[in-house]
């Protein structure tokens, strides 16, 4: 499965991202997606997961409430609707697929990974 992470840019804080991290040579519709960021001079962090059926969602307390993720199979994509942007959101944000089929944040049940989208956040 090969992974393509977009729609990162440049906002003002406060203002709305969509990324969008689209597969190919494979389906989404058995593996759970997650995203995951790192920031400059940090550590990759997790910010939200959805299982295999779009129907469990898993967030990072730093996004709860201003992200939202979902998963759309028949596009083979998965969405990270991002609202209330804050500077400190500001990195490159990478998807990743986990066979393993359940809402995740441990970075080592992900078989797959993207290749990054960066989004910066103005003050």
């Known amino acids: 499965v090969q992974l393509q992470a977009s729609g990162g840019g440049l906002v003002q804080a406060g203002g709305s991202l969509r990324l969008s991290c689209a597969a190919s040579?494979?389906?989404?519709?058995?593996?759970?997606v997650g995203w995951f960021r790192r920031a400059l001079g940090k550590e990759r962090e997790f910010v939200a997961s959805i299982s295999w059926s779009g129907l469990s969602t898993y967030y990072s307390d730093s996004v709860r409430g201003r992200f939202t993720i979902s998963k759309d199979n028949a596009k083979n994509t998965v969405y990270l609707q991002m609202n209330s942007l804050k500077p400190e959101d500001t990195a490159v944000y990478y998807c990743?697929?986990?066979?393993?089929?359940?809402?995740?944040?441990?970075?080592?049940?992900?078989?797959?990974w993207g290749q990054g989208t960066l989004v910066t956040v103005s003050s």
């Open positions: 990743a697929a986990s066979p393993f089929g359940a809402v995740t944040r441990a970075f080592h049940r992900y078989d797959y």
């Open positions: 040579g494979g389906t989404f519709s058995s593996y759970a």
